[in-house]
């Protein structure tokens, strides 16, 4: 098993974060659904969006550097 490649374990760690982030989550997709259906392209959720992944890497990187050697 030594030639395996190796498994990258931030996507689970990922995984398990976006439970504890359901209001970013929340907020973020409240935004998507006001803002759905305009044309301009003025209005977007970027800051939500970045709050959602904000919290998730959070939260997996204290997690994440355990795993490394």
């Known amino acids: 098993m030594a030639d395996d490649e190796p498994v990258d374990p931030k996507r689970e760690l990922e995984d398990r974060c976006k439970a504890p982030c359901t209001r970013p989550l929340k907020e973020y997709k409240a935004c998507a659904k006001r803002i759905d259906g305009d044309d301009s392209g003025h209005k977007h959720c970027t800051g939500q969006y970045f709050d959602y992944w904000r919290c998730v890497d959070k939260c997996a990187a204290s997690k994440l ?5």
């Open 65 to 69: 550097f355990s795993h490394l050697k």
